[in-house]
Nanobody, 121 residues
């Protein structure tokens, strides 16, 4: 079955960096668009970044542009989220997701379990 396993979350001070990874298995990774979502306590889940199957098209939430970078390595079946200049408002559970179609909506078919990112002020 399809599995998406996130890693790399943790506690970091404001201004610091983290790199999230999402390892995929059970699907033809290079045929899937990938997204990183986040959900903070009491808030709706939101799409932070997305990348097409080839990596040629990307999307970023306005509030993370210039600080977060999504990338993928199709040979390793892995998608990454490099997070720099982190702010307390970036604190959330981060989820990766996969879908056959590139989308900037919430309609992704497969989801990981999430990894906690906490940014202290």
């Amino acid at each position: 079955q399809v599995q998406l396993v996130e890693s790399g979350g943790g506690l970091v001070q404001a201004g610091g960096s983290l790199r999230l990874s999402c390892a995929a298995s059970g699907l033809t990774f290079s045929s899937y668009a990938m997204g990183w979502f986040r959900q903070a306590p009491g808030k709706e889940r939101e799409l932070v970044a997305a990348i097409s199957w080839s990596g040629g098209t990307t999307y970023y939430l306005d509030s993370v542009k210039g600080r977060l970078t999504i990338s993928r390595d199709n040979a390793k079946n892995t998608v990454y989220l490099q997070m720099n200049s982190l702010k307390p408002e970036d604190t959330a559970v981060y989820y990766c997701a996969a879908d056959r179609s590139y989308s900037t909506s919430k309609r992704y078919y497969y989801w990981g379990q999430g990894t906690q990112v906490t940014v202290s002020s």
